[in-house]
């Protein structure tokens, strides 16, 4: 056992070095595989067995295959710095493919095969005039591996020499080099299997409390399920059979379950990596936590358990790649959490040049305490190694899409009606983008063609209407999806990958089965080409939505080029579609790979599509936790994926529906409504705008303009509720700089998100500047205007099918500042003797609770009854008797952010809320203690009725009858906001 990483809790080792899985190259031509299917056809025709199954090898490297060990130079890996590191060479293997008489010995029809495939190979000529590679630096300074033809495998081990962040322990990362060997066609390579170990000297109970307790599961692409399980629990998967539903999240792949080991004098077939139960299945990265608790028995009821979060868990592993550019990597975890293997997917690539696997990456993390959740270092890491620019190409978009209401029955009128009445509610809710979705051509795959008599001035006539109404013009494509019957698969047969039996690949089911481009073939990548760029430049296009991604990369061998990989296939098709569209189209990525679209994409939808019903509806089975349509899949992995956001690309959530001929319920509405707010998600529309309701438009109103900043999801690694977090959290406050542009210019290209935009930039990764602190908070941090100081915003959710009591642990609630670690934002170790304002956005509910740090507050718990699917927005903020305060309103769901600018003293409050756009609430003020007839109140300068809504206590209580002493009042100010901007506008003045 190779003790792999260690920290001071937990330690991993490996079993092995390496372990190499293939077959004979001429076993992976389509020459051989389709013969063989139509061979097993007839057999099982005539009531034969089927055939033989190919037979896998595997060669097996442990430390004793070690041959020589070189150490390098200092290298340098992007995104990581100057390493230390070492160089394994290890030793060859004898190759059985080449041994005389063996039962794997080619026969000559099958060498013929292979010799022509070959010289196929060697023929391609790429004459694609239009390369793109935004990755101007290398991915590491690795000295140049010599002719290694012979050789053994070489693997490379690094670790930073200068860590961005201090860890228990830096990350160890490396990577496998393979010699050219044309006999083999390698399915796949595991680079880790073995434990993950407790090894802190300490007591039963702090071990247990140290134990892992869940695993985050990262799906392949956008739609597939990403979430936090608990260990045990069944990993959710697709309701639908295999052929609906395999190729929507067929990522990595692990190694086929026997072969025969090399060096095996006995030749059986062995398993190759097997586990007692059936593995959680995780791809690209995973992270195993511990939840700092016992465990619970199941028989106890919930309204008697407090919410575990993840800032009292205990030590974590984050295991993964860098990146997806030459293979697919998948991770295998047992269920019970002590082993873990990482698979690299080569599917069946013959090995005619020498290959490498992207960088592996492993990290223990420390208990991890307050600062942050556990996969922050990782995910800059990848940010950075990628070239990720999140939010550095135009303003954050907050548009309309035609998708979910008209579906494939869009025409130039039917557009035109819906950019109108953008246009005439934008002093209530502006939008910068209007995405023209499916249902303009004539099939997939023609994209040049368009549906007859639906638009008489073509796509650019109706991208000259969206511009026309002040938007950026939008449009969706599948470029690497044709259907059937369209003119390019009837036309270019050639260019759809088939499978191993020569059929067209399987696409799965989206209503129809597809085909998928072959991106290997040059001639597929020049057509692809010229259809973004008619889109672009012809038509005047400036955004597009980029779906079915997945469809470049489907599995066969049915393709132009054998060597390359699938993720490489999909990073060739992320070039070729960046590259046609310029470095200035704004490209939200659907459909998409996880790992090989970060730095290509601007935006990515994280989740499945979202529905008009909270379960996917009848006759789709409602217990799906794949990639059916529901807004419970959109909920869930927007905020199992928020992490994602701002660092990666701009987090596509899917669009929010409001209109009546949905099955979703108001409060169904608000709850998503919160999690795109609090996540500060892509902020998209999708209905008939000319129909829907104004209590609807009224729920959406409130969460616009995005703030830019990102919650924290406090139990993403601690949830009990298959997979579904319940509590995020924002900061917000007035220590903060102020806000930088370039020059003016700036701020008038990106409009009415300008703010939020460059907050968010500032906050977000970039590979210009240091990442930032942890504990300086500025990726969770809403900006207020100076004076209204700092407090705590929590989402509370209760996705249960019945009214469920939660209670919130007080860690989740405390606001304050860390004096003595720079002005970080923090628990502060002073108490506010005079308690906290308690208030609740989306119910308007108010009370008071003492500092949970005093006697008094630790016998008080904040407690919540949530209705089914219910989410609440609570804001505490510290009280001070002697001078008034601004508790919040019903215009934002921040309760600071709508607010322009504010003035107080201990006898007056002036409040300017921003005046930009019209709405129409109320805001509750609280007022110290002081008669009601002396209190003045007036709105944009005239004389205002408020009401008396609420009564503030004092932490000290009477000693006489025990009666609780008020310092203080809450009233409430109904007010109307113009949106004019004209003088006095969306003032308030309180005197008292």
Known sequence: MLDFHSGDHWKLSSEILLKLVYRPSYTSTPAYTNISYCRDVARRACCQNRHKPIDFFSDTYTTDDIEKIDDLEDIRIRGIGICRAIRLRLKSKDNPLAVSGSQTTTTDAS??????????????????????DRLEEKSDTL????????????????VPKDPKVEQTAPPLLWKVFLPENSKIALETVTILHGSLDDCATTTQDSLDKHSPSHVYINGYQSWSYAGSLRKGTPQPGSA????????????????????????????????????????????FFACITSDGTKEEPESSPDSTKILTIDESGGPALV?????????????????????????????????????????????????????????????????????????????????????????EKITAGNLRENFFKLQSIRNKFPTNAAIVDDGYMTAWGDWHSLKPNKFPAGLKGVAEDILACGMRPGLWMAPFAADKHSKLATQHPDWLIRNDEGRLANSSYCGKFFCGLDVTNPHVREYV????????????????????????????????????????AMTLALQCIRSAAGPDVYLIGCGCPIGPGIGYVDANRISADTGPTFYPEFPLPYWDNGTLPSLRAMIRNSMSRAPLGHRWWHNDPDCLLLGKTTKLTDIQVASAASVVGMTSGMLLLSDDLTKVPHERMEIVSKIFPITGATAIVLDLHSTKYEGLPTVLRLWCTDRHDPVIYNNDKDKEIMGFNHEATMLAR?????????????????????HVPKGMGTWTAISISNWKNEPSLSRVPRSALLPGW?????????????????GFHVFSFWSGDYSWMPDPRSEEGKKYELRKLLKSHETEIIHLKPVNQTLPDYIGSTIHFSCGYEVRQIDRSSDHLTVQL?????????????????????????????????????????SATSSTNNQTRMVGRIIRVAIEIQGDQSPNDGEINVKF
């Not at 140049?144 to 081990?157: H, W």
């Not at 295999?242 to 398993?271: I, M, Y």
């Not at 003595?820 to 170790?829: H, V």
């Open 529 to 568: 080409y010229s259809c973004i760029r008619r889109a672009v430049v012809d038509w005047g296009y400036t955004v597009l939505k980029i779906d079915f991604l997945y469809a470049s990369c489907l599995k066969g061998n049915g393709k132009y080029d054998l060597s390359i990989s699938r993720a490489q």
């Open 762 to 782: 500032q906050a977000s990764f970039s590979p210009d500047s240091e990442d930032p602190i942890p504990s300086k908070r500025v990726r969770n941090c809403i």
């Open 143 to 158: 000295p140049c591996q010599e002719d290694n033809n012979g050789g053994g495998p070489i693997l490379v081990f690094a």
């Open 240 to 283: 639908l059979p295999k052929v609906f539903s395999k190729a929507f999240n067929l990522g990595g792949s692990p190694p086929p379950s026997l072969a025969t080991e090399v060096g095996d004098q006995t030749k059986d077939q062995v398993p190759i990596c097997s586990f007692h139960d059936k593995p959680y299945r995780s791809d």
């Open 111 to 132: 060498s013929s095969r292979m010799k022509l495939e070959l010289e196929r190979q060697r023929n391609l000529k790429e004459h694609v005039t239009h390369d793109w």
């Open 818 to 834: 860390k004096e003595d670690e720079g002005n970080s934002i923090g628990e502060s170790e002073k108490t506010n003797a005079d």
């Open 914 to 954: 921003r005046n930009d756009f019209h709405r129409l609430g109320s805001v509750y003020i609280y007022i110290p203690r002081a008669k009601l007839e002396q209190v003045e109140v007036t709105v944009a300068g005239k004389d205002a009725v408020f009401q008396t809504y609420a009564n503030t206590p004092s």
């Open 319 to 407: 295991a993964g790649w860098l990146s997806q550019h030459c293979q697919y990597g998948l991770l295998q975890i047992s269920q019970d959490l002590s082993t873990i293997a990482m698979h690299v997917s080569f599917d069946n690539v013959i090995l005619k040049k020498g290959m490498a696997t992207d960088w592996a990456y492993v990290e223990i993390v420390a208990p991890h305490g307050f600062d942050e959740e556990p996969m922050a270092h990782y995910l800059h890491t990848v940010a950075s190694h990628n070239v990720a620019r999140p939010l550095q190409n135009g303003p954050m978009v907050t548009g309309w899409c035609s998708w979910y209401h008209y579906y």
